[in-house]
């Protein structure tokens, strides 16, 4: 699963691939070890958190939250991240589903 239920709302594990040719959430894909991450891509460059701020604003609007309603809470550095949006699962449980498993 590439998402999980917390109290302050629902973590998403996320595979960033940075300053590619366009903002975009593709589909669901597994590493070796069989974990699952949505893979995302963002024009931004992996400077001073400016691909995390282009990543928070890309799941606000594909979920359709504010932006002040998502963080990335861990894997700043890294290409696979945790990004937390505080809200119910049942808001976003339909636009979860919609992604593409590879």
């Known amino acids: 699963m590439?998402?999980?239920e917390e109290k302050q709302?629902?973590?998403?594990?996320v595979r960033l691939t940075p300053k590619s040719s366009k903002?975009?959430?593709?589909?669901?894909v597994s590493d070796a070890e069989g974990r699952k991450y949505l893979l995302a891509r963002v024009?931004?460059?992996p400077e001073k958190g400016l691909a995390?701020?282009?990543?928070?604003?890309l799941v606000a609007k594909?979920?359709?939250?504010?932006?002040?309603q998502v963080e990335v809470v861990s894997g700043s550095t890294s290409r696979l991240k945790q990004v937390l949006l505080s809200c119910n699962l049942n808001e976003i449980r339909e636009k979860l589903e919609q992604f593409?498993?590879?």
């Open 2 to 4: 590439f998402y999980r």
């Open 9 to 13: 709302g629902v973590s998403l594990f």
């Open 23 to 28: 903002d975009a959430i593709e589909a669901v």
């Open 43 to 45: 024009r931004a460059v």
């Open 52 to 57: 995390n701020k282009a990543l928070e604003k």
């Open 62 to 68: 594909t979920f359709a939250v504010p932006v002040s």
């Open 100 to 102: 593409p498993v590879k």
